[in-house]
């Protein structure tokens, strides 16, 4: 835990800085001090240097396993220095190609290989920019409506001769939507709730009013953390947060407590509410249903994510979900790429 958590500050993108942190964590005599060096060395080379080397002591003549192999091809991945010879099995190769994007496309989160996992990584940031660059600007236009503001029309026309070529008009502009997101990381949707939090950090990368959220037992805004300019800094800053990941989940409660600190502020006829969770709630259903109700009642619409509905055969029957269901106006998965991106539809205007 100390070695990742030395990591974890100091990052892997330096691999020099990423050694020195490592032996200073994990060398307690002068003797694994001296040694950490080579062994370093051995575990971290690529494929073909490790074929040209050999282990120290008592492994020297032990070739690698297959198991082994695999950890540390996964395991250079992430340090971004993965060499071209990777096991031949699906497990053990990053996948590349638009036939591979696809696949990945359509991959359930909670299925994806490590070896996988750094492309899904790069291949959902990039997609999730591109979807939410044309929302942010699908939602600045705004065509002018009502009649013609005369005093605008004569004093953009001096410009032009006096000849009024344009017409300015009066009316009120549309404000643009806000969205709010509450995302649901409860043991349950523990395989989901970190690429949900990718995509609430591309969303307000592009949105001025988006206002996010993580709830179990209890509620906490993580808003300012998601403001940071890179997405590792964003994961970095939620790390620090006490929101009880891997917990409980009080769907209602954290509703009324959503309702009761920040109702007021972020709900209105231009809000998009936006649910991501997969409704098993430990609470009282009519509290959940009571909540939704009044959310309901203030916004422009209310999307509720599941994950469990990309299931073939799922139905939502739980105490909590059956509660939910009236009150919804677009009821979605969100179990991989391809869910999510199609949320596109109903983040816009009908």
């Known amino acids: 835990m100390d070695a990742l958590t030395a990591v974890q500050t100091i990052g892997v993108t330096d691999r020099e800085a990423f050694k020195l942190a490592l032996r200073a964590v994990l060398c307690s005599s002068k003797e694994e001090w001296d040694l950490f060096d080579s062994i370093f060395e051995d575990f971290w080379s690529s494929p073909e240097r490790r074929s040209r080397s050999t282990l120290r002591g008592r492994e020297r003549n032990k070739p690698f396993n297959e198991d082994q192999r695999q950890s540390q091809s996964s395991v250079v991945t992430l340090l971004g220095q993965a060499g071209a010879d990777r096991a031949d099995d699906d497990g053990g190769r990053a996948v590349v190609g638009a036939t591979a994007h696809e696949r990945l496309k359509k991959t359930d989160f909670s299925e994806v290989s490590q070896a996988d996992m750094a492309e899904l990584e790069r291949l959902s940031l990039r997609l999730l920019k591109q979807m939410s660059r044309r929302l942010s600007r699908k939602l600045q236009r705004v065509r002018p409506q009502g009649q013609v503001d005369l005093r605008r029309t004569i004093r953009l026309s001096i410009a032009r ?53 993580l709830f179990s037992t209890h509620l906490a805004e993580i808003t300012p953390a998601l403001r940071a300019r890179k997405l590792r800094e964003a994961l970095q800053a939620l790390s620090q947060q006490a929101a009880g990941w891997s917990g409980g989940t009080k769907i209602g409660e954290s509703l009324r407590n959503f309702n009761f600190v920040y109702g007021r502020k972020l709900l209105s006829r231009n809000t998009v509410f936006m649910v991501l969770s997969d409704g098993w709630d430990t609470g009282e259903p009519e509290v959940l249903a009571g909540e939704l109700a009044a959310i309901k009642r203030r ?52």
Not at 189 to 200: G, H, I, Q, T, W
Not at 302 to 318: A, D, Q
């Open 299 to 350: 916004v422009r619409k209310l999307v509720w994510l599941n994950p469990l509905l990309g299931m073939e055969g799922y139905e939502p029957i739980t105490r909590g979900m059956s509660a939910a269901l009236p009150y919804i106006n677009v009821f979605a998965s969100a179990h991989n790429l391809q869910s999510l991106l199609a949320l596109e539809t109903h983040l816009t205007r009908n």
């Open 161 to 213: 001769g006096g000849d009024p070529i344009y017409l300015s008009l009066k009316g009120k502009k549309l404000q643009p939507d806000r969205l709010v997101i509450l995302l649901d990381i409860s043991g349950s949707m523990n395989p989901y709730s970190l690429f949900l939090v990718r995509f609430a950090y591309t969303l307000q990368k592009y949105f001025k009013r988006v206002s996010t959220f």
